[in-house]
């Protein structure tokens, strides 16, 4: 029971966590006219100041000296800071400049480009289904271009910047408040002095009133732009710790539907017939690949219990052993 009450709680933060990521359209605006890049290196300063918070609070402390002494690991946290720099940069300028609904693109087809990664960077084997989702995905690439009459640019570059900081951070292996923490720490001098250099020019918007609000007011979304950064963080590591994978993978379309939906229903941008021809191609293809994964799923769930079904039905002494168990008994699947 515990265990359900716990998977239960899981799955609220992940939807939590995706669903505040979706919302992210409606709060940049709040922040215009200032710019992408100032919006941009203000994030990054208060997302460190928000991170250091938390983690003073749970007094996690003890990652740091050992990671100090691994260098590559410390390049490679360095590299996925700069890659997420370009992600939430694009994102910004994206929505603020009435794109909401090719960001949504942008993640909507992000886990194919991990598949391709996969094959071209890590030569892993697809399926059937996943060549074929790979393979509508494109299509939908080239439909959307000739409906926007130009590449989807800012859509592509969202898909490949985050899949590649999926790929880094994997590599790192670090938890996520802790490689957040040290992205923020890496990004920190360059956002503070690209600040300092707004500032002394006067074209710096924290600290001065825009378009009719107090500088206070500007000064506090400015400010919050961290804390808005870090909790879905925070509550996505929740989830990760309390629910499967593949919940997570399905729960990831909450983010990229909200955009999608706030770019129609809130910013009313334009879907031409092409536009909806392209999407429906990208559904398409997330729908194989999804359909393909709960298949596998089951498909392997049945297999285990098809083991153990086999190992329980013979006698104890014939019980193969295998590392780690005592002799005569079976060994424990773990996920």
Known sequence: MRD?????????????AYGMWGLFPLFWPLLEPA???????NRMVWSLVAVLLMLLVQRRWAWIRPLLAQPRRLAMVGLAAAVVSVNWGVYIWGVNSGHVVETSLGYF???????????LLLHERLRRAQWAAVGIGVLAVVVLAVGYGRPPWIALTLALSFATYG???????????????????AMFPFALGFLIWLQ??????????????????HSGLLMISGLITAVPLLCFGAAAV??????????????????????????????????????????AALAVLTFDALRRIRADRAALAAAAAAAAALPADDVPETPGTTPGTASAVTR
């Open 4 to 16: 359900e009450h716990d998977t239960g709680r899981g799955f609220w933060y992940g939807a939590a």
């Open 35 to 41: 710019g992408a890049v100032d919006i941009l290196a």
């Open 242 to 283: 309390r629910v499967p994978l593949t919940t997570l993978g399905l729960l990831q379309y909450l983010a990229p539907v909200f955009q999608f939906l706030i770019g129609i229903a809130v910013f009313h941008e334009s879907m031409p017939p092409a536009r909806w021809a392209g999407f429906a191609l990208v559904w």
């Open 200 to 217: 002394v020019r006067g074209e710096g918007s924290f600290g001065h009133a825009v378009d009719g609000s107090s500088a206070w007011a």
């Open 109 to 119: 087809i992000n886990p194919l480009v991990t598949i391709a990664f996969g094959v």
């Open 167 to 185: 790929l880094l951070k994997k590599k790192v292996a670090l938890g996520g408040m802790e490689g957040f923490a040290l992205e923020s720490a």
